[in-house]
């Protein structure tokens, strides 16, 4: 009886030891050195699907082929930037809570236009401009990456680097050891006193290669024979605008765009662009103590895909496929040296997109007879504003707008005693009139917190007290706004990719259905650390083995 007895407690107590084994999260126990995230700009996912044949084995199919692919991820809200989209996928929240509605917007009590990340408590460090005025003070929710950093009490290392301070900012956090972007009057990578007290040698020396004044006198030439681009239209495709409305044809002589700009943001619509993204990030990875411990570290990489020509040439020209297969190759390489340094099992990449691409009016109408068009922001606004000069008496009711929003003037109306709800109400059926606008509401509907599902959902989860305006609205499918004078880098398509490949990711297809802001929870689950608090996403279950 004894030993039978015995028995039965060595049995239970063996059990129990390899059920507590086996029940340590994996997260725990495997949780990756380095986390590399490769973030492009105005990125349609179908672009793998049309250059996969140009493509080379080691940057987008390398991905593709061995990670785990949402097919089905969509950034819903109301005016797509890569300001408000790098917000969104880093939070796991949606406009609504992370505050930035758009890369600018009307602030009353300033009673100015402010920019997203414009902050001139802080300075420039590394050039002797004013566009390192920044910090990440207008985001008002954690990132993952400040997560990472409370979590590991500070010893995980967080880095960005972009073309644009909007998605380097918003990917490094609150909190991060360095966010660096270029600035297009110098030419060189730069950063924030917000983030370096002291700029690093390393830095400065890789500056001193003047790379973005030396790529400004390069000649933009194809990657590959113009004939081969097989999966875009012809290069002088006539319904191209080009640069200034003139040049749409290679070689591009980017010098003499440089000079038309009058500094050096043409630079931002090459593939040089990338190339200088991609050196700094390989030069961050020698330079700072990345992946020497076992508290996992952060580097986001953002690329960008024409940067403020995208709308100039479209996903259909040879420019827009030239810059995807120069890019292959960079990611590629940025792939191949992590994984070195590394070790391919310690480090984890994920493949995303802060905004995607739409197809210019010009070439929906012209070559499919699609029912689309431009809409006039400043037109409309014209015309409302007779509208309510004819019915409340002539003042300046409108006191800012920019593409789907409008600010009115709240002191002039409290002053003439005009009740605001109902003079939102009169402005916004007065813009539901016009052809290309889908759907107009009032703010103070927005304030009662019902979101419904579709449509309307993309206004109500972006719509943020004391930041929107007065009532948003939203184009039809394919329409696009237009300025007499100003361009616009519009997309209406949210659509984006979302790859994960590395050290415990196993190859598959996830075809459901899920949102941006699931990225961010999704991500914490697979390094280890809390979800964002307040996050409104969920774990994509079929990421999880």
């Not at 059920?19 to 995230?37: H, L, M, Y």
């Not at 966010?179 to 040698?201: R, V």
Request: proline share 5%.
């Amino acid at each position: 009886m004894m030993t039978k007895n015995l028995i039965l407690v060595l049995f239970i107590l063996l059990f129990i030891s390899e059920n507590v084994q086996a029940q340590q999260p994996a997260a725990v126990r495997e949780k990756p050195k380095v986390v590399i995230g490769l973030m492009i700009e105005n990125m349609r996912p179908d672009y793998i699907q049309r250059y996969w044949d140009k493509l080379g084995p080691n940057g987008f199919k390398k991905l593709y082929n061995n990670g785990a692919v949402c097919t089905n991820i969509n950034l819903t809200q109301h005016i797509q930037s890569y300001a408000g989209g790098t917000a969104t996928l880093f939070t796991g929240v949606h406009p609504s809570m992370h505050g930035i509605v758009d890369k600018k917007w009307y602030d009353r009590l300033k009673q100015k236009e402010i920019e997203c990340t414009r902050d001139d408590y802080y300075f420039t460090v590394g050039a002797d401009t004013d566009q390192g005025n920044a910090s990440p003070k207008k985001l008002l929710s954690n990132t993952i990456t400040d997560n990472l950093k409370i979590f590991s009490r500070g010893e995980a290392l967080v880095f960005s680097a972009a073309m644009n301070r909007e998605s380097a900012i918003f990917s490094a956090g609150h909190v991060a050891d360095g966010a660096y972007w270029y600035d297009t009057e110098s030419g060189k990578i730069i950063s924030s006193s917000f983030y370096l007290s002291t700029f690093p040698e390393w830095v400065r020396e890789f500056n001193t290669q003047n790379y973005g004044e030396m790529y400004s006198y390069r000649n933009w030439v194809t990657f590959m024979p113009p004939k081969e681009y097989t999966e875009s239209e012809e290069d002088n495709y006539i319904l191209e605008k080009g640069y200034f409305d003139r040049w749409n044809t290679f070689p591009h002589t980017v010098g003499r765009y440089s000079r038309k700009a009058e500094n050096l943001s043409p630079v931002k619509t090459t593939p040089y662009a990338n190339q200088i993204i991609k050196d700094f990030a390989i030069r961050l990875m020698e330079n700072e103590p990345i992946g020497q411990d076992e508290v996992t570290d952060f580097f986001t990489i953002t690329f960008s895909s024409m940067d403020y020509e995208n709308g100039n040439f479209g996903p259909a020209s040879v420019e827009m496929q030239d810059t995807y297969l120069y890019m292959d190759q960079y990611i590629g390489e940025v792939i191949n040296h992590a994984e070195n340094k590394y070790g391919k099992d310690n480090v984890l990449f994920f493949l995303t997109a802060n905004t995607s691409a739409s197809y210019p009016v010009e070439y929906l109408q012209e070559e499919f007879n699609m029912p689309v068009d431009h809409f006039s922001p400043e037109s409309a606004i014209a015309l409302l504003t007779s509208y309510l000069n004819i019915t409340y008496g002539q003042e300046n009711w409108i006191e800012y707008y920019s593409d789907l929003q409008v600010y009115l003037n709240h002191e002039l109306i409290k002053k003439n005693k005009i009740n605001l709800d109902e003079m939102r109400d009169e402005a916004s059926n007065f813009i539901n009139q016009f052809e290309g606008v889908q759907v107009s509401l009032p703010a103070y509907q927005l304030e009662q917190g019902n979101s419904p599902n579709g449509l309307l959902s993309l206004i109500y989860k972006s719509y943020a007290k004391n930041r929107s305006g007065d009532f948003l609205f939203l184009l039809k499918e394919g329409w696009q706004p237009s300025y007499k004078f100003k361009k616009v880098n519009y997309t209406d398509q949210s659509h984006i990719p979302l790859v994960f490949y590395g050290g415990g990711i196993s190859p598959k297809i996830i075809s459901k259905k899920q949102n941006a802001v699931d990225f961010a929870p999704t991500l914490c689950h697979l390094i280890g650390i809390p979800m964002p608090d307040k996050t409104q996403g969920e774990v994509i279950s079929d990421m999880i083995d």
